[in-house]
Nanobody
């Protein structure tokens, strides 16, 4: 079982920035493709972005393109979600997820991921 721990959530004003972190112990982090999802109250969990194990290929939801960036530091077993120009509609619980080999073809669906964190709350005030 792989444990994922998110941190960095909080309350921020619209237009502000936050950086979420997701860490997992173990030696196999570099082999995981990592994704970020979010779930707002009363809504389904939705894809935010993902980075493949190679640390190069990334994907983003249209709603966050140009504002959010995913990057990883394998030496720290950590993936980050840098969120800029935040909007009230970005308010949600944010989850990181790991896809272990053999990797999924499609990164934007929940079923592609094998492990999930517990989530961290992000609240953007207007």
């Amino acid at each position: 079982q792989v444990q994922l721990v998110e941190s960095g959530g909080g309350l921020v004003q619209a237009g502000g920035s936050l950086r979420l972190s997701c860490t997992t112990p173990g030696r196999t982090f570099s082999s995981y493709s990592m994704g970020w999802f979010r779930q707002a109250p009363g809504k389904e969990r939705e894809f935010v972005g993902a980075m493949r194990w190679n640390g190069v290929t990334t994907y983003y939801a249209d709603s966050v393109k140009g504002r959010f960036t995913i990057f990883r530091e394998n030496a720290k077993n950590t993936v980050y979600l840098q969120m800029n120009s935040l909007k009230p509609e970005d308010t949600a619980v944010y989850y990181c997820a790991a896809d272990q080999p053999p990797w999924a073809q499609v990164m934007g669906v929940i079923s592609s991921y094998d492990y999930w964190g517990q989530g961290t709350q992000v609240t953007v005030s207007s």
